[in-house]
């Protein structure tokens, strides 16, 4: 939300406006909004009837919240980019305002690269395989 | 203990996330300021980027 705060000129620039929903009530998301000086709108859907209708309710967490979600909607209402945005990898602000550039309404082109914040498992083994290998059989024998 | 009626089934809408090609699901709500905020209305204007979050932490 911040980061996107940061890019809503640019954003702003490449002919698209911004706003944010949650199921927080109005006073909360105001006070979110003078925290962190936010300029888009802050909606409130506190009975989550529009979080459900996006398929986005998760009634699990805090007694139900949206999961946390990007969409890019075109003027004929039609959904252009859909980034769901987990914990390991989300869309980039920067990301958001390269590919409003590069993609006018109506046109749909490749969605931007999600950056995967936490390293898949094989990559992960990649990079600390051969470290552990070093440690275990590389050490000068001492005797 | 007497049993009372039966649970209604929950409402937990669509079970899928609106997706890439669909016609997103026009709505109103009110921001927090108290100003309404039509989704069909402000795509008159341009394209939407829509943020859903998880609120105050």
Known sequence: ?143 | MTRGPATPPERSGRSTVVDVGEIAPDFELADSTGARWRLSTRLATGPVVLVFYRGYW
């Open chain 1, 1 to 143: 939300m911040a980061e996107i705060s940061e890019h809503h000129e640019q954003i702003r620039a490449a002919g698209a406006q911004v706003a944010a929903l949650s199921v927080d009530v109005p006073e909360r998301s105001e006070a979110l909004r003078q925290r962190d000086g936010i300029v888009f709108p802050l909606l409130s859907d506190p009975d989550h009837h529009v979080v459900e209708a996006w398929g986005l309710f998760d009634p699990k967490e805090k007694g139900g919240i949206a999961r946390p979600a990007t969409f890019v909607i075109d003027p004929d209402r039609r959904i252009r980019l859909r980034s769901l945005d987990g914990v390991a990898s989300r869309l980039h602000a920067a990301d958001l305002v390269t590919y409003l550039r590069a993609s006018p309404a109506g046109r749909v082109t490749a969605p931007p690269q999600r950056r995967v914040l936490i390293p898949s498992l094989p990559q992960m083994a990649r990079t600390l395989l051969p470290a552990l290998r070093l440690t275990l059989f590389g050490r000068p024998r001492l005797d």
